[in-house]
């Protein structure tokens, strides 16, 4: 208790210079990882060898600390959408061409990130991730739409290693994600004011906030949007089956996941190329 009031009430300096009173939401990722190594450190053939009686942490709950979990809900606008996909642009490789395959698949950050060749089958158009590398330890098959097809055939291979994305030749997956994301709204908000000035709109101070992972969010209410079953939908994002589904539906809905995805595509192009207005920035249709 003790531990999770100090990082609570602590003072949290942030690296954009401002800084806030307390850390809640370190407070409540703490208490979830010391719910799990109690869990295993409880188990019978442990908790002798570690002197445990009891589990210390069994009856505490988040609330006990006054704090409240915050769910996040942030969505991406399709303004926001479109300077992304610029801004992305801009970076290059390994950053922008990383940024945009998270945001064509819906994936976790380290699924792509930590992506290497031997993982792609680019003739089946997927990207399979081993169960080392997927949450719920199951192979997870990710389908790649034409313009995941384009961003993956323009990537070049390091001599030295595997890994998709790096800045050592393949040697090590590429890493220092937080400072490349300040890169990135750097420069989606010099794109949001040049969207603003088309429309004789304001122009904006800053970048709305955003993390990466919200980039699944926007994935998934998108195939909301275009009516994919939530099955599909939440398969399609890494999200496993639920209740009974989990134990009799033993369908793989690839086919219907590579729709889905596929139709997210389409949507996404119209998104970063509207079709009408003078300000269309052209991207290259897909091939065969």
């Given at each position: 208790m003790a531990l999770i009031v100090a990082i609570r009430d602590r003072k949290l300096a942030y690296t954009t210079g401002r800084a806030k009173d307390g850390a809640p939401a370190v407070a409540v990722n703490t208490f979830d990882h010391l719910r799990a190594i109690f869990v295993w450190a409880m188990r019978p053939e442990r908790r002798k060898s570690f002197g445990l009686r009891f589990d210390p942490i069994a009856h505490l709950r988040i609330k006990d600390f006054g704090i409240k979990r915050k769910v996040r809900q942030t969505v991406l606008s399709p303004e926001e959408i479109r300077a992304y996909w610029l801004a992305a642009g801009k970076m290059g490789y390994p950053w922008g061409s990383l940024f945009r395959l998270l945001m064509t698949t819906g994936q976790r950050l380290n699924e792509i990130a930590c992506a290497s060749w031997p993982e792609f089958d680019l003739a089946e158009k997927l990207l399979v991730i081993p169960p080392e590398r997927f949450k719920s330890n199951a192979t997870h098959p990710i389908p790649l739409?034409?313009?995941?097809?384009?961003?993956?055939?323009?990537?070049?291979?390091?001599?030295?290693?595997?890994?998709?994305?790096?800045?050592?030749?393949?040697?090590?997956?590429?890493?220092?994600?937080?400072?490349?994301?300040?890169?990135?709204?750097?420069?989606?908000?010099?794109?949001?004011?040049?969207?603003?000035?088309?429309?004789?709109?304001?122009?904006?101070?800053?970048?709305?906030?955003?993390?990466?992972?919200?980039?699944?969010?926007?994935?998934?209410?998108?195939?909301?949007?275009?009516?994919?079953?939530?099955?599909?939908?939440?398969?399609?994002?890494?999200?496993?089956?639920?209740?009974?589904?989990?134990?009799?539906?033993?369908?793989?809905?690839?086919?219907?996941?590579?729709?889905?995805?596929?139709?997210?595509?389409?949507?996404?192009?119209?998104?970063?190329?509207?079709?009408?207005g003078t300000n269309v920035v052209l991207m290259r249709k897909a091939v065969g």
């Open positions: 739409s034409d313009l995941a097809m384009e961003i993956v055939s323009d990537l070049p291979r390091g001599p030295a290693g595997p890994f998709v994305f790096s800045v050592k030749q393949g040697r090590t997956p590429a890493t220092a994600m937080g400072a490349k994301k300040k890169e990135l709204d750097a420069l989606m908000l010099v794109e949001l004011r040049k969207i603003a000035r088309e429309r004789g709109e304001p122009e904006p101070e800053n970048v709305r906030h955003f993390v990466l992972h919200d980039l699944r969010r926007v994935v998934r209410s998108n195939l909301s949007a275009l009516r994919v079953p939530d099955v599909v939908a939440e398969l399609t994002i890494g999200h496993g089956k639920k209740g009974l589904a989990r134990v009799y539906d033993q369908h793989a809905y690839l086919p219907e996941m590579r729709d889905a995805l596929q139709a997210w595509a389409d949507r996404l192009r119209t998104i970063v190329n509207p079709p009408s």
